[in-house]
């Protein structure tokens, strides 16, 4: 981010959903059923999201979501590389190990980036 702080998980949830419309009204969902953004449980929805845009394979997936794909994973990325304690604890536990029990995995790790791809537990 612009300040040079670490980013936070609201931040971070700023921007997956700069990126993802459906995403973006999970969020607003979210908070309006919660009161307030609860981090791993919003990671869930954004887990599913990815899923959701690779059911169809990854070629379908990246000819027809490769903007909201690139720009979530990217986000999650930044998430590790510059984000708080809070954030990098939060992302490797509501996304790498957790997308690692999902069907679309295998279809999912080749678009991880390195700072994603080196929390997973298989490795």
Same mark, same amino acid.
């Given at each position: 981010?612009?300040?040079g702080?670490?980013?936070?998980?609201?931040e971070?949830a700023?921007?997956?959903?700069e990126?993802?419309p459906?995403?973006r009204?999970?969020?607003?969902?979210?908070?309006?059923?919660?009161?307030?953004l609860?981090?791993?449980?919003?990671?869930s929805d954004?887990?599913?999201?990815?899923?959701?845009c690779?059911?169809? =394979?990854?070629a379908i997936a990246?000819?027809?979501?490769r903007p909201?794909?690139? =720009?979530i994973l990217?986000?999650?990325?930044?998430?590790?590389?510059?984000?708080?304690r809070?954030?990098?604890?939060?992302?490797p536990?509501?996304?790498?190990?957790?997308s690692e029990?999902?069907?679309?995995?295998?279809d999912?790790?080749?678009l991880? =980036?390195?700072k994603?791809?080196?929390?997973l537990?298989g490795?």
């Amino acid at each position: 981010n612009a300040s040079g702080k670490p980013m936070n998980n609201l931040e971070l949830a700023e921007g997956i959903c700069e990126v993802s419309p459906t995403l973006r009204e999970a969020r607003r969902a979210h908070v309006k059923s919660f009161g307030t953004l609860i981090p791993h449980v919003f990671m869930s929805d954004v887990l599913a999201r990815v899923g959701a845009c690779l059911r169809d =394979g990854p070629a379908i997936a990246l000819r027809e979501h490769r903007p909201e794909l690139e =720009g979530i994973l990217a986000a999650l990325e930044r998430g590790m590389a510059v984000g708080d304690r809070e954030t990098r604890n939060v992302t490797p536990v509501s996304f790498p190990n957790d997308s690692e029990l999902e069907n679309f995995f295998l279809d999912l790790k080749p678009l991880l =980036g390195p700072k994603i791809s080196a929390q997973l537990q298989g490795k």
